[in-house]
């Protein structure tokens, strides 16, 4: 990694990242949260029963990410999906079965699946 | 889950990038415009960073709410050869965990503020005080640490600016008064954490006595947002003496536990009900501990008031650093001034006196009253020592302290002259005061919890009412649990 040492290199960075990103936008991202409340409540056992559903139905473009707390700790395990051109989709309780009917019900053919966590904050974005 | 309103009353500002960027990832954070408030803050002069930091009106959220710009401006115009810039991760308060989800979500956002804070009061040094207690946010830190290194984002000459800035770790070791700042600056230096009279306060001599500013996590997360936005964008939201937004943590007898992020000056009832999903069950709502065991229990009558720094102090609570644990009609007020009492005993350093002893002869006095052994004295037993100790004690551990007692006492004085007079707990929970009794119209006379009980007090002949003996019951609710038939009653 070299060194960032200028505000216009580090907004030519942004800007290189930006465009990494826009290229992916085709892509269905699966966001699992992964902090210490989500592990415990079985995040990681949720995320590679995704990563093994998708697998075994050859789902093409998908990408994985972890982040952090969701703050929805009553709904533990989320999982956020976005598919390509539609809005992110927070779910909640996702055990390994319900991980599996994600992938097979909303990422494969598009169908809601229950658990939908709606946005009820805005968030601050620089 | 409970209906909860679909309209948006959360604002996330600390919280903005927690679930939503990759934690490990740096690339992530400066995708989010991270480091810009950083490169912004390198081009202003020290003293305009504390202006604006001053002009947005935040205030510091681990619970003191002192004005963080004037802070890093006393530290700032005391000269030294070597100044130091403290990250507050000890996080001790039971039930507060808004401090760990910044640390495991966005720990670049306190990189970048502690970076921007040390430019401003003239710190090359910064540390973060971390609870051992926190793995996952040792190991998220520590990667966005070295991460920002490689990028030159932290280490010498940073953005060509001349400023060279640092941050190391420190591992908390499980003692609550480390939250303390003076406390924590003695557990810093190697020494037992015990706190110091104060003045000369930290900002003037602190960490090797020298100049030192201490903030909390979530007062850091918010510093990067008003250098990008500015002051005013900042100010504009929450209410005239309290600026921003707050995160707290919803835990206890509430349907949607977990962390909210909402604009000063939102009311309990909205917290609680709107955003909360109120309590599972059908119960009904009875009071809520804000402060955590400094503060103070807020009840139903309490329920439309903006919550700011000033007004939960009117209402013999405060702040604290965001815990809200909510209790319903299930929950037993003088138990509870019970439970808090037994953690600060556990935690009091012993340096002075009225903590030392003072919080265990309060803590003796509510085990007596909750097992049914208070005397009407007690009540002004209990007053007078608990104003006494907070006169008196030496840091906010020991002055905090009696809090959750003069607060109970007042909302909630039915309880005590309950558990002192009638020798009854109205909630149900104090077992000393519980009776089992056998009702014998509901009784087949099947045994079971005869069988069941452990000392033998059941008696009765099979198909026949069965009934308990009072002077050999335990209370321990074995019978209760076993019976089929509802035909045991507790109260």
């Known amino acids: 990694m070299s060194t960032i040492s200028s505000l216009e290199a580090l907004k030519a960075k942004r800007q290189e990242i930006l465009d990494k990103a826009a290229a992916k936008k085709d892509k269905v991202r699966i966001n699992v949260s992964l902090a210490t409340c989500s592990i415990a409540a079985g995040g990681k056992a949720a995320m590679e029963a995704m990563k093994d559903e998708i697998a075994k139905n050859n789902v093409p473009n998908v990408e994985f990410m972890q982040s952090g707390c969701m703050t929805y700790c009553y709904a533990e395990p989320t999982v956020e999906i976005t598919l390509p051109g539609k809005d992110p989709v927070v779910f909640g309780h996702v055990n390994e079965a319900k991980a599996r009917e994600l992938v097979t019900a909303y990422v494969m053919k598009g169908e809601p699946v229950d658990g939908i966590i709606p946005v009820n904050y805005e968030r601050v974005v620089l | ?80 050869d070597q100044k130091y810039i403290v990250c507050n991760a000890d996080e001790g308060d039971p039930g507060a965990f808004m401090d760990r989800a ?168 909205e917290v609680i009900f ?52 909510v209790m319903d009609e299930t929950s037993c007020m003088v138990a509870v001034a019970k439970f808090f009492l037994d953690f600060t005993m556990d935690e009091t350093c012993g340096k002075c006196t009225p903590c030392r002893i003072g919080s265990k002869r309060l803590y003796e006095m509510l085990d007596k009253i909750t097992k049914g052994k208070g005397v009407p004295a007690d009540l002004d037993r209990l007053k007078s020592l608990a104003v006494a100790i907070k006169d008196t004690a030496l840091c906010g551990l020991g002055q905090t302290m009696p809090n959750p007692i003069l607060s109970t006492m007042e909302t909630f004085r039915n309880e005590y002259d309950a558990h002192i007079n009638d020798k009854k707990c109205p909630a149900h929970v104090c077992t000393a005061l519980l009776t089992y009794s056998i009702d014998p119209n509901k009784c087949t006379g099947c045994s079971l919890c005869a069988k069941v009980c452990p000392v033998g007090c059941i008696s009765g002949n099979r198909k026949e009412p069965h009934s308990i003996d009072q002077t050999k019951c335990i209370k321990c609710g074995s019978c209760y649990e076993k019976c089929k038939f509802g035909a045991i009653k507790k109260d």
């Open chain 2, 274 to 325: 709107d955003i909360g999903g109120g309590c599972p069950d059908g119960k009904a709502f009875k009071a809520v501990q804000t402060g955590g065991p400094s503060g103070g229990a807020l009840a139903t009558k309490d329920l439309d008031v903006a919550i700011d720094y000033e007004s939960l102090i009117a209402r013999k609570s405060m702040m604290g650093s965001g815990g809200m644990v």
């Open chain 2, 1 to 80: 889950m409970a209906a909860t309103t679909t309209e948006k009353k959360q604002i996330r500002i600390a919280t903005r990038n927690c679930g939503f960027i990759d934690p490990e990832n740096i690339d992530d954070y400066i995708g989010v415009r991270g480091y810009e408030a950083l490169a912004k803050a390198l081009a202003m002069k020290p003293a305009e960073v504390v202006d604006l930091i001053k002009r947005s009106g935040l205030r510091g959220r681990g619970g003191g709410g002192f004005p963080t710009g004037v802070k890093w401006g006393i530290a700032l115009g005391n000269e030294a």
């Open chain 2, 102 to 269: 910044v640390l495991e979500g966005d720990p670049h956002s306190v990189v970048e503020a502690m970076a921007i804070g040390g430019y401003a009061i003239g710190a090359t040094i910064g540390t973060v005080y971390i609870r051992a207690e926190y793995p996952l946010a040792i190991k998220r830190l520590k990667k966005a640490i070295d991460d920002a290194r490689s990028y030159g984002l932290l280490g010498k000459n940073i953005f060509n600016s001349g400023f060279d800035f640092d941050i190391e770790l420190k591992y908390g070791a499980g003692a609550f008064v480390c939250g303390e700042e003076t406390a924590l600056i003695a557990s810093m230096e190697g020494k037992r954490g015990e706190p110091v009279t104060k003045p000369p306060f930290p900002a003037q001599a602190g960490y090797w006595r020298k100049p030192t500013i201490v903030n909390n996590v979530e007062t850091y997360a918010n510093v990067p947002a008003i250098l990008v936005k500015g002051a005013d964008w900042f100010s504009s939201i929450g209410t005239a003496t309290s600026k921003g937004t707050k995160v707290f943590a919803l835990a206890g007898k509430i349907t949607n536990t977990g962390l909210i992020e909402v604009p000063m000056g939102i009311s309990l009832r």
